[in-house]
């Protein structure tokens, strides 16, 4: 099994969300919530506003910690074709400075801000279901229900 601890950005403005797509080697992309791992020795808190700068050229400022979500993806739908734990810190952001603009050389590119109404069309990562469900229901114990995998969800 492998394991990864990362913190994601959900940044709405407007009633539109801050995407950026996700670009695999040699694979389809899909669109996603800013965002990444969590460096050795790096608090979460600290990685979503880096993260968030590298991948949308905007400076950001945490409003809240909205939740922290645990997922298995099984082995026959994982990229690697073994078992993944992925634990996600999702934070609420506000964008403070900069401007909107690709990382350079990065797994990520196209930042762009979308309709949340439009996010259903998009082949997209269950993790912006995820942050966006967060951001809607406020959970007391930060804690969402299981987000239904199919259709255009990718994990």
């Known amino acids: 099994m492998s394991f990864r601890l990362a913190a994601y950005a ?7 969300v801050l995407l950026v797509r ?3 080697r040699g694979g389809a992309g899909n669109w996603t919530l800013p965002g990444g791992r ?7 808190f600290d990685a979503v506003t880096r993260e968030f700068a590298e991948e949308t050229g905007c400076r950001g400022v945490v ?19 073994v078992e993944h734990q992925n634990v996600g ?12 603009e690709p990382e350079a050389d990065g797994a990520t ?13 998009l082949r ?19 804690h969402v229900a299981a987000v239904p995998v199919g259709g255009l969800i990718q994990h």
């Open 10 to 16: 959900v940044c709405i403005e407007d009633g539109r």
């Open 22 to 24: 996700h670009v695999p």
């Open 38 to 44: 969590v460096e050795h020795a790096e608090d979460p």
């Open 63 to 81: 409003e809240r910690l909205l939740g922290v979500d645990s997922r298995v993806i099984p082995a026959d739908v994982a990229r690697a074709g």
């Open 89 to 100: 810190v999702f934070y609420r952001i506000r964008v403070s400075g900069g401007r909107i």
């Open 109 to 121: 590119a196209e930042p762009t801000w979308t309709r949340v109404r439009d996010v259903e069309g």
């Open 124 to 142: 997209r990562s269950s993790l912006v279901d995820i942050g966006l469900a967060m951001a809607r229901t406020l959970p007391a114990s930060g």
